[in-house]
């Protein structure tokens, strides 16, 4: 089972409960949250197996984006998406976390938008002293 980190405050929140919350929109069929090593925060509808699989990709891409971009002067890596033929893997970057998203061919803007809030309540979590 992936690790759960937790926070309290009116009611005990976990990041797999945040990204169960992705799993209502149609086109998404998994989603896992990693840190920057590439350890798992939390997942939804995935088997663990492949959530061991994928745990790296989304940091080890996200760092390079993030390294990429800062790099060329054009600011900080909000995401990225890689689209297959048979769906999309959408990155949304969390700094020191990174939000993957598994889903159907879909507009990869609007995704990373969908993508604002759970990244805001996870970070609330990870780092509570960056969203005071």
């Known amino acids: ?12 929140t976990s990041v797999d409960v945040i990204l169960r919350t992705l799993l209502a929109y149609d086109e998404v069929v998994g989603v896992v949250a990693v840190n920057t090593d590439g350890l798992v925060m939390g997942s939804a509808g995935m088997t663990e197996t ?36 048979d769906g999309m893997i959408t990155i949304g970057n969390g700094g020191d976390f990174a939000v993957m998203v598994f889903s159907a061919h879909c507009d990869a803007v609007t995704l990373l938008k969908a993508l604002d809030e759970p990244i805001s309540q996870i970070r609330a979590i990870v780092d509570p002293a960056r969203t005071s």
């Open 50 to 85: 492949d959530v061991d699989i994928v745990s790296l990709l989304g940091a080890s891409l996200t760092g390079v984006a993030e390294r990429t971009t800062r790099r060329l002067g054009t600011g900080s890596a909000l995401g990225l998406s890689l689209i297959t033929t």
């Open 1 to 12: 089972m992936s690790a759960v980190l937790e926070r309290t405050d009116q009611r005990t």
